[in-house]
């Protein structure tokens, strides 16, 4: 595996809740931040939420309230739990793992889509 597998993605209902999954490539203390991004349609792709090695955790604006980020250390796995989701939700979403030496390998990415 050299690249981050991602899981959780699939189509729900406005105000629903999904759990993305990603496991890392390797020993997730390997990268010093893990994230997820999405990519609408049309649009280009942003940041969505990342938490370092320490715990520190981001989150996009429109995100913040709604979404959570966590890792489990003994999977090397990270998870984005979204609640209330809304339609502008609607993305690929990838999950991104950036080593000490800045370089980023990303996942092939999981669609979710939210119907209004």
């Known amino acids: 595996q050299v690249q981050p597998v991602e899981s959780g993605g699939g189509l729900v209902q406005t105000g629903g809740s999904l759990r993305l999954s990603c496991i890392a490539p390797?020993?997730?203390?390997?990268?010093?931040?893990m994230g997820w991004y999405r990519r609408a349609p049309g649009k280009q792709r942003e940041l969505v939420a990342t938490?370092?090695?320490?715990?520190?955790?981001n989150f996009a604006g429109s995100v913040k309230g709604r979404f959570t980020i966590s890792r489990d250390n003994a999977r090397d796995t990270v998870y984005l739990q979204m609640n209330s989701l809304k339609p502008e939700d609607t993305a690929v979403y990838y999950c991104?793992?950036?080593?000490?030496?800045?370089?980023?390998?990303w996942g092939q990415g999981t669609q979710v889509t939210v119907s209004s």
């Open positions: 991104a793992a950036t080593s000490r030496d800045g370089s980023t390998v």
């Open positions: 390797r020993n997730i203390f390997s990268f010093n931040t």
């Open positions: 938490i370092t090695r320490g715990g520190s955790t």
